[in-house]
């Protein structure tokens, strides 16, 4: 886990808006055919929706947050979904509370 890495990219308000809306994608996110929101992910173009932002710069952000290790991607197809990695985040939370 890097952590210094999870700290830059928790840094931002629209990454830390995607993991909340990661968080319950039913909530946020229209059914995207028979893919699973919470199984496959979202897909960028979704997110990118929501964000109201160019997809270059959503692209960028969901990179930085997979890259730190706080989402999973997925490819099916030319659609890339985007979905919360759990275990990261609760690791992440640990070092939190124990060592700061």
């Known amino acids: 886990m890097d952590i210094l890495n999870i700290f830059k990219s928790l840094s931002n308000d629209a990454r830390l808006q995607i993991l909340d809306w990661l ?30 932002m ?8 969901l990179s930085m947050l997979q890259k730190a290790g706080l989402l999973h991607a997925t490819r099916i197809g030319k659609w890339t979904y985007y979905r919360r990695n759990e275990d990261i985040i609760k690791k992440f939370g640990s070092y939190i509370i124990e060592e700061l």
């Open 54 to 61: 160019t997809q270059s710069t959503a692209s960028q952000y």
């Open 23 to 52: 968080k319950d994608p039913h909530k946020y996110f229209e059914p995207q055919g028979d893919i699973d929101l919470e199984e496959i992910g979202v897909c960028v173009s979704q997110i990118t929706e929501k964000l109201n």
